[in-house]
């Protein structure tokens, strides 16, 4: 039960401040394995393009047809859609439901 519990659910501690104000560094966030099309404003979770041993924590902003424009909330400090291009909404995981504070 808890491997399948940890498919669907997954808990995400953010690392650098590509998104802050909103998330900070530390905070911890439960995100759930995408089960519907990704909206705009919706905080995903997603291999980065470039490495995929590591993943990424990114607002959707946009949407052209199967691919979505990812940015981070601190532009300053974020590597995003605008250095990878856009991203196919199926390479996108989990979606964040809420941080520590919710």
């Not at 808990?11 to 590509?18: K, M």
């Amino acid at each position: 039960m808890g491997r399948l519990l940890e498919y669907f659910l997954r808990r995400v501690t953010v690392e650098g401040s590509s998104m802050s104000p909103t998330y900070v560094p530390g905070e911890r966030l439960t995100a759930l394995r995408r089960w519907r099309p990704i909206r705009n404003g919706d905080v995903v979770v997603v291999r980065d393009p470039r490495d995929p041993t590591r993943w990424l924590l990114k607002r959707c902003v946009g949407r052209k047809g199967s691919l979505v424009d990812l940015r981070g909330d601190n532009a300053g400090a974020s590597t995003d859609s605008r250095d990878f291009g856009l991203v196919p909404s199926r390479n996108v995981a989990y979606i964040v439901l809420s941080g520590s504070g919710s």
